[in-house]
Nanobody
Framework: QVQLVESGGGLVQAGGSLRLSCAASGTIFSINVMGWYRQAPGKQRELVAAITSGGSTNYADSVKGRFTISRDNAKNTVYLQMNSLKPEDTAVYYC??????????????WGQGTQVTVSS
């Protein structure tokens, strides 16, 4: 089994910063893409940012220039540095990982979610 454990959410004022972390553990052979999604109340879950094992990144237009995704492949950990936060960034943030397990099967795994609240 594979587990994703997130940390780093919280309450911050507009213009502030937060850093999210997500560590994957378990029967992992390799991880291709790792990413962050978010879901605000009454809205669909949306991609925030993603990063491949080679370091290629992709961002939602709404966060470009403010958020930075990075990863430590040796630690199977992905980070999301969030700067210049806005109230509209308020959501539950979920970590996602596309994992090739040691039994060679490939699955998508999700973290439990961490709340980010930005006050105006």
């Amino acid at each position: 089994q594979v587990q994703l454990v997130e940390s780093g959410g919280g309450l911050v004022q507009a213009g502030g910063s937060l850093r999210l972390s997500c560590a994957a553990s378990g029967t992992i052979f390799s991880i291709n893409v790792m990413g962050w999604y978010r879901q605000a109340p009454g809205k669909q879950r949306e991609l925030v940012a993603a990063i491949t094992s080679g370091g290629s990144t992709n961002y939602a237009d709404s966060v470009k220039g403010r958020f930075t995704i990075s990863r430590d492949n040796a630690k199977n950990t992905v980070y999301l540095q969030m700067n210049s936060l806005k109230p509209e960034d308020t959501a539950v943030y979920y970590c996602n990982a596309n994992v090739r397990r040691t039994d060679w099967r490939v699955y998508d795994y999700w973290g439990q979610g961490t709340q980010v609240t930005v006050s105006s």
